[in-house]
Structure formats: structure tokens, C-alpha cells
């Protein structure tokens, strides 16, 4: 057994003062239902057609036992002369496994039919966990029946994936001492169970996180799992990770739990752990696992909304946060007029995006107008300032929403899956697994909108052919010779200068002319006119999703006063973790994270820097991003701010200006990471 799983087990290992109380409050129970020591079990045994029955009903968690999880823990269990049972919730023995050392089955009673609850056969491991809900160890002595007293028992209580308590795993022998090492293994099988059960009822459709304080342990039973949808709205999870995470998970958004958005999971590299924040206090390594069936689902909105979205020249920016109604005029007299009920739930108002500062509202207005037109979009704005919150909105309010939003994030995909990813392979253009042709993102996007975030991060390569597809509009599959002509808004987004990129060789200057029809500098948080107006809106959103403090004018002030270098990104996550900690009417400053108070205490140090350029914490001027600076290439600069940050890939990213898909591509390349 891996040294970190014996570890955990050890630190989940019988408590000895509780585990003496739990068996004394079941041989009090006991009593209470009218045993004595000398009372002979009653194992109520059902009737081989009942048995059967129940067999059939438990199907799913017999091949799971059977199949998936037995195999592992053969040779463990074959050297050490002990019986596996498998019981339903109402403690009827579905099936056994293993050699019994200690008598025939009429002896010892563990066969399948037979019913092992406290009330028939007292105290005893099957029937004990199943009245706690808890794994537990019941020693020769322990048990209240001296007839029981001849075997140990181990067992764990089974919860499917709507953490209903579905049966329990047991593993009994005739020895005479307790044995530590079959109580873990028996909580391990519980969980591999599990975990199975999760895996097979989700894999197909749903991305899985799975999560634990070491890289080496991803793959651990001991890990904590997240089931996400599309969304990432946690529909499932083990019971591990809501022990380690310690609360209620059901239907949270993972931004609500680790520092990361859906769409970078989304796009996240299978085989690359993430190194994520949870709730701005624990770390932990996090593999992302995509479904095996990759559907990329439009919305369900619209199937149920007759929308139509509003003409270019229709008025926006008049109604006020909260509005139910928008007064903007439909694209043809008959369209019904859009209410803020009709976007997905993760779309912003096209007016609740600026809320006073005229530079926003007048770019708002701008940008809306050229979506109906052929005319191309390019997003320049530091990290988290929201470029892709505004792409969605802009998308939804424009006549392409009936359609898909293709959101790229040109960073997180590896340079050799690129080009395959954004055009499409033809049928047998590889060897593998994916074999089967795909359509490519660009084609999906047809009719609708492809949205290239970090088009900088682009390989010179994929940037000549996505020229070509610009330019002549059509799009050849790798691997094809047929064409497929393509309708695309294309909006992309960068963070970096790329008029310098062209300078060093890094960009095509002529593909900056074909994507920066209409240039957008979408501003940081700090410079913004409406700030102030822009924290209470986020606040007063958060409040809407769930209940939360208020908050006091000197903690706007505070927050106002702030140099937010991570911008709404930073807003929102202080927002949610001094909301999620704070227990009183209003927001404290002691709720808020750690390091929105280094953030303040680097502006105190250096204002000027923090005021006016991206990063707080990179000092180095060799090694700072931004216009004025020379800039390092970023296989220099990640690498040498990870080592500075001693790995921290969220300092590492705000430092540099970058995102933290970026700092994990670049930290790979240099081995900086794990
Ligand atoms: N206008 C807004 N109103 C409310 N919240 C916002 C707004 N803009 C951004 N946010 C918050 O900030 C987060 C980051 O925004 P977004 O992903 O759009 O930034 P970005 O500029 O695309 O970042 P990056 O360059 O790192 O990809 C969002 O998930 C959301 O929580």
C-alpha cells in the first residue's frame, strides 16, 4: 500500500475514546431491544427467491465490488485468511468472498440471506455501521452475543452517488488480535466502491476533479472527487471531499470552491495537475478527468426562448442593475423584446457591465454595434479584467446567440493539439484513440461566435493557418483535402502587446490586421470610473446567489482603495471568501484572504508600480511585463517567478501578467513544475 494511503489511515484510525463510547451505545441499544449475552443470533434469513430479488436490485454495487474492486485487494486478502461481505442497507448479506477459516456457515452466519442487524444479532461490525453510518471495528469481546465472539469484524458503510447510504463492505476473521491494517483496507475498499460507483455513473458526460494535498496521490482512492456539468455546478462528489473540504458541496459552482472557472477546466490538459487554492486557504493538486464523451451542449435556454437578439441601433445602457426588462428594440417588429430572463445565467446584461464609467459604456455600445457586422474584434485587457465575461455578454445580445459561443483558450492547449483542435481531422488522420474525425472548433462555431482568448499564446503555424481560414473563409480539416466554407464573428482577446510581438517575431503582422477590426482596451479594475458602483454590483450578485453579509461604506472604501492586480477576478474571489467566513451582518476586514492585504501592503511599498502596471510583486525590471518595461521572454520570466514565488502559480501568473494556464505551459517546458 502506498505510504501516503497508510498515512491517511493511520490518521483516520479508531479513536480509542470514541470508539469505546460507540460500543458501548451499541451495547446499550443492545439491551434495549432485549438481548443477553447468551441470546442465540437471529439472523432472520430470507428465502432464496427474496434473496435472489435482492441480488437482482443490487446489481450495479455487486459488479462494481465484484469486478472492479475485489481484483486490487486479492493477493492482500488471499495471504491473510479472511472473509469479504457484502450487505444491503438493511444488513442481508448479498454475497462473500474468501475462505473462512473459522467453521462451517451455519456457524459463523456470515452467508448470503442472512441479516446482520444490532437488534437480531447484537453488537457485531456489519449491523453496527449501518446504525452509525460510520465505519468501525468490532473486536472479539466487543461484540454483545457470545456467540460472536470467536471473529473481528471491519466494516464500511457504502453511499452511492447521492450520498445515500446503500450497503456495507466487511471483512471478518478469526483472529485473535484487532488488526489496524484490515480496518483501513476495508474503508479503502468502501471508498474504491464508491468512487467506482461515481465513475460509472458520471464518466460519460461529466468532467470529474479529483483532488488531494499531493501530486502522487491523485490517484488514490483517498482523493477527494467532484462531478462538474458543463457549468461547473457540482452535481456529485465523493465523501472524501466533502470531509476534506468541509462543507456542503451539492450544486456550488467550482469557482465557489477552488480558484479557478469552469471554461480553464474546460480547457485544462489532461495529464497536467493543477495547483489550486481551495475557498483562498488550502492547497491542493486537482487532475482534471473530461467526459469520455465529449458533447459540447448548447444551452437549454434556447429551446424554451423564442429570443431574438436586439437590432445594433437599439438603445442600450439605459435600464439600471436589476431591471427586469431591457428596452431595447427587437432586430424585426414581430421578435419578442429580451428580458434578462432569457440569457443563461452566466451571461451579464450587456447595461449591467459598466456602471457609470462613460469610457466602458461608450466601448459596450461600440462593440455591440460591430457584432452584426463583418468586422472582426480584438480584446486587449490585463487578466481577470473580464474580457471574456464581456465576449459572452456580447454574444447573447447579438443576432448570432441563437447559436454557439466557441470560447478558445489558444494558452491551455498544447502547441501540438492546436491546430487539430481549432480546424478539425479527417477520419483516420491519426492513430489512436481519437480516430474518429473531428469537426474542430471553428466549425462549430459556425453561424456563432469563436471567441481566441489569448490569441498571443498562438503557434506560429496555427497563426499562418488560421489566416488562411480568415481570408478565403473556408476550413480544410488536417489530414483533408475537402473545404468547408465557414460564417464566424471572431472576437479574440490578449494580454499582451501584440504590436510588440509582431516587432520580436512572435506574431504575423498580417493576422493582426485580420482579427483587430475593431481594437477594444478593456481597462483594469483599479482605473475604472465606476468602481465603487462596480464592487457593490458584484456584491449585491453574490447576495443573490446566496445569503451574505453586508457591506459597510468603510469596507467599500477599503476595497475601493485597493490595487486589484487579479481585477474582478481578485474582486470576486476576496468577495466570496470574506463572504463564505464571515458569520456576522457585515463584512470584516479579518473575512478577507491573505493576500488582499499583501496586495495593499506592495502598493504601500511602491504605489506607483502597483498603480500603473499589471504586476504588484515583480520588481525586476528586466523581468517586468507591460509597455514601458523591456520585457523577458516568458520562458524566462515564468520559470524565474516560480522559483520566486517557490511554485506558486497564482502569484506566479498575477506577477507576470499572465494567466495561470500560461505559467503552467511555460513552468512545464522549463520543468519548473511538477
Ligand atoms: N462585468 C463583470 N461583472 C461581474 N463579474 C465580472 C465581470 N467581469 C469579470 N467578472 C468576474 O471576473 C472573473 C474573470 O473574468 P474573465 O474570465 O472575463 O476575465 P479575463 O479578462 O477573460 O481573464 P483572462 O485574461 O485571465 O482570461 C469572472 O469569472 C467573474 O467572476
Not at 434469513?45 to 455487486?62: E, I, Y
Not at 456457515?105 to 452509525?132: F, P, R, S, Y
Not at 499531493?214 to 471531499?241: C, K, P, Y
Not at 466557441?406 to 501540438?416: D, F, G, L, R, S
Request: net charge negative.
Amino acid at each position: 500500500m502506498p505510504k501516503e494511503e497508510q498515512k491517511q489511515i493511520n490518521e483516520h484510525e479508531l479513536h480509542t475514546e470514541s470508539h469505546k463510547e460507540r460500543i458501548q451505545a451499541s451495547w446499550y441499544r443492545c439491551e434495549q431491544f432485549g438481548l443477553d449475552h447468551t441470546s442465540q443470533p437471529d439472523f432472520a434469513t430470507l428465502g432464496k427467491g427474496t434473496l435472489n430479488d435482492l441480488v437482482d436490485q443490487h446489481r450495479s454495487l455487486l459488479e462494481t465490488t465484484e469486478n472492479e474492486v475485489l481484483p486490487y485487494y486479492e493477493n492482500i486478502l488471499s495471504n491473510s485468511a479472511c472473509m469479504i461481505v457484502l450487505a444491503d442497507r438493511q444488513g442481508h448479506v448479498l454475497n462473500t468472498w474468501g475462505q473462512p477459516r473459522f467453521g462451517s456457515a451455519a456457524e459463523h452466519g456470515l452467508v448470503g440471506g442472512n441479516q446482520w442487524t444490532e437488534k437480531g444479532v447484537g453488537t457485531n461490525a456489519i449491523g453496527t455501521a449501518l446504525m452509525t453510518g460510520e465505519a468501525i471495528q468490532v473486536g472479539r469481546d466487543e461484540h454483545y452475543l457470545r456467540a460472536n465472539r470467536f471473529m473481528v469484524g471491519s466494516a464500511s458503510p457504502i453511499y452511492n452517488t447521492k450520498n445515500d447510504l446503500v450497503g456495507v463492505l466487511d471483512i471478518s476473521s478469526d483472529a485473535y488480535l484487532p488488526q489496524d491494517h484490515t480496518f483501513g483496507m476495508v474503508k479503502l475498499m468502501s471508498l474504491s466502491v464508491e468512487n467506482r460507483l461515481i465513475f460509472s455513473a458520471f464518466q460519460q458526460e461529466y468532467f470529474i476533479l479529483s483532488f488531494n494535498t499531493n501530486v502522487v496521490s491523485l490517484d488514490s482512492h483517498w482523493s477527494g472527487i467532484l462531478v462538474l456539468d458543463e457549468n461547473g455546478t457540482i452535481v456529485s462528489a465523493n465523501r472524501r471531499a466533502e470531509v476534506v473540504l468541509a462543507r456542503d458541496l451539492a450544486l456550488l459552482n467550482i469557482n465557489q470552491i477552488f480558484d479557478i472557472e469552469m471554461r480553464e477546466i474546460k480547457h485544462h490538459p489532461v495529464s497536467l495537475p493543477l495547483k489550486l487554492m481551495a475557498m483562498g486557504r488550502y492547497q491542493f493538486y486537482v487532475k482534471v478527468i473530461p467526459p469520455t464523451q465529449q458533447v459540447m451542449r448548447v444551452p437549454d435556454f434556447r429551446h424554451h426562448s423564442e429570443y431574438v437578439a436586439p437590432s445594433p441601433q437599439s438603445s442600450i445602457g439605459t435600464a439600471k442593475t436589476g431591471d427586469a426588462v431591457k428596452t431595447s428594440a427587437p432586430v424585426k417588429a414581430s421578435a419578442p423584446v429580451k428580458t434578462s430572463a432569457s440569457l443563461p445565467e452566466n451571461v451579464i446584461p450587456l447595461d449591467e457591465l459598466h456602471h457609470g464609467d462613460e469610457r466602458v459604456e461608450r466601448l459596450v455600445r461600440q462593440a455591440h454595434k460591430i457584432m452584426e457586422k463583418d468586422i472582426p474584434i480584438l480584446i486587449h485587457g490585463e487578466t481577470g479584467a473580464g474580457k471574456e465575461i464581456f465576449v459572452r455578454s456580447l454574444h447573447y445580445h447579438s443576432s448570432r446567440a441563437k447559436e454557439m459561443l466557441v470560447a478558445v483558450n489558444c494558452a491551455a492547449i498544447p502547441a501540438e493539439l492546436v491546430e487539430s483542435e481549432l480546424f478539425g481531422y479527417e477520419k483516420g488522420a491519426f492513430t489512436g484513440a481519437q480516430n474518429r474525425g473531428s469537426i474542430g472548433l471553428i466549425r462549430r462555431a459556425h453561424r456563432g461566435t469563436l471567441f481566441l482568448d489569448e490569441i498571443g499564446e498562438m503557434p506560429m503555424a496555427v497563426q499562418s493557418r488560421l489566416l488562411r481560414v480568415l481570408q478565403e473563409r473556408v476550413v480544410t480539416p488536417l489530414g483533408s483535402t475537402e473545404t468547408y466554407p465557414v460564417d464566424i464573428k471572431l472576437i479574440s482577446a490578449t494580454n499582451r502587446h501584440l504590436k510588440e510581438e509582431i516587432k520580436s517575431g512572435q506574431f504575423r503582422q498580417d493576422l493582426y490586421y485580420r482579427i483587430s477590426g475593431l481594437n477594444i482596451e478593456l481597462p483594469a479594475l483599479r482605473k475604472r470610473a465606476d468602481k465603487a458602483a462596480l464592487i457593490r454590483y458584484l456584491h449585491k450578485r453574490l447576495r443573490f446567489e446566496e445569503p451574505g453579509p453586508d457591506l459597510s461604506p468603510k469596507m467599500l472604501d477599503l476595497l475601493v482603495s485597493h490595487p486589484w492586480p487579479g481585477n474582478m477576478r481578485q474582486l470576486a474571489h476576496v468577495l466570496k471568501v470574506g463572504m463564505a467566513m464571515a458569520d456576522e451582518e457585515v463584512l470584516e476586514e479579518w473575512h478577507l484572504p491573505d493576500d488582499f492585504f499583501d496586495d495593499l501592503e506592495a502598493m504601500a511599498s511602491s504605489p506607483e508600480q502597483t498603480q500603473d502596471r499589471i504586476p504588484s510583486t515583480a520588481t525586476e525590471a528586466t523581468l517586468g511585463r507591460g509597455s514601458e518595461g523591456v520585457e523577458a521572454p516568458l520562458e524566462e520570466m515564468i520559470p524565474y517567478l516560480l522559483g520566486k514565488f517557490k511554485g506558486n502559480v497564482t502569484q506566479t501568473a498575477k506577477a507576470a501578467g499572465v494567466s495561470r494556464n500560461t505559467v503552467y505551459k511555460y513552468g512545464k517546458l522549463k520543468n519548473t513544475l511538477n
